[in-house]
């Protein structure tokens, strides 16, 4: 499996962030149970992990089955961040610990108006 290189639409900091990823195989679902997966994002790509933001995620069923994965960013760990376009990407570890990357691109984090919450 190759990665796809494709930017995020913007995302606002202070919020919590769902990325939702559908992986398919040869045009079928791929089985995603007990995968593991990492979302990153760095400011420059030669950052130390885990640069800017750093996040794992784990597969469950029934989606999983499926082949739908989603990577939940809670607004504790977006609330610090900058506003900036920054790199991403998304890797995944699968039952073997063969490591793939998934996706990489930008993605634009845009200030929140409303800090009170």
Do not use: H
């Not at 960013?73 to 609330?79: A, D, G, H, R, Y």
Request: proline letters at 3%.
């Amino acid at each position: 499996m190759s990665y796809t290189q494709r930017d995020l639409d913007p995302l606002v900091r202070g919020d919590d962030w769902t990325l939702k990823l559908t992986l398919t195989t040869g045009g079928s679902a791929l089985n995603i149970t007990n995968y593991t997966f990492w979302f990153t994002l760095k400011t420059n790509v030669d950052d130390a992990d885990p640069g800017a933001l750093q996040v794992t995620a784990t597969s469950g069923s029934p989606d999983a089955e499926a082949g739908i994965l989603y990577i939940n960013v809670p607004k504790s760990l977006t609330n610090e961040l900058l506003s900036g376009t920054y790199n991403y990407d998304v890797q995944q570890v699968d039952e073997l610990s063969n490591v793939q990357t998934l996706l990489i691109g930008k993605v634009k984090v845009v200030k929140d108006i409303t800090r009170s919450t």
